[in-house]
């Protein structure tokens, strides 16, 4: 299984970016689905993540207020919303499953099974 974000590109300071992620086949209401971001010489960090429950969300300091992440249970999309966009919001965005994330480990790596290819967001005038 192999998760694909999409949806990145260049965006001027401001404005607003919407990323899907297809589950490609995984049950949404079993795995939750996190967003995380690696920017160039930085590590990979936690962005987001919606729970299996779709109750819980959680959000990076950094993007509260901006970020938005949802579920789409009709087309079983998770898509990350991405508003004022910020130049050090730039990064390779990537979307990840995992059906043991709690709380405690939510913004870490190991609590994600599947993970796919990145999209890359890039935040300039």
């Known amino acids: 299984v192999q998760l694909q974000a999409s949806g990145g590109g260049l965006v001027q300071p401001g404005g607003f970016r919407r990323l899907p992620c297809p589950p490609c086949?995984?049950?949404?209401?079993?795995?939750?689905i996190g967003w995380f971001r690696q920017a160039p010489g930085k590590e990979r960090e936690g962005v987001s993540c919606?729970?299996?429950?779709?109750?819980?969300?959680y959000y990076l300091d950094s993007v509260k207020g901006r970020f938005t992440v949802s579920k789409d249970s009709a087309k079983n999309t998770v898509h990350l919303q991405m508003n004022s966009l910020r130049p050090e919001d730039t990064a390779v965005y990537y979307c990840?499953?995992?059906?043991?994330?709690?709380?405690?480990?939510?913004?870490?790596?190991?609590?994600?099974?599947?993970w796919g290819q990145g999209t890359q967001v890039t935040v300039s005038s």
């Open positions: 990840a499953a995992g059906h043991s994330v709690i709380t405690s480990n939510v913004a870490s790596q190991s609590a994600y099974s599947y």
């Open positions: 919606i729970s299996s429950s779709n109750v819980s969300t």
């Open positions: 086949g995984l049950p949404l209401d079993v795995y939750a």
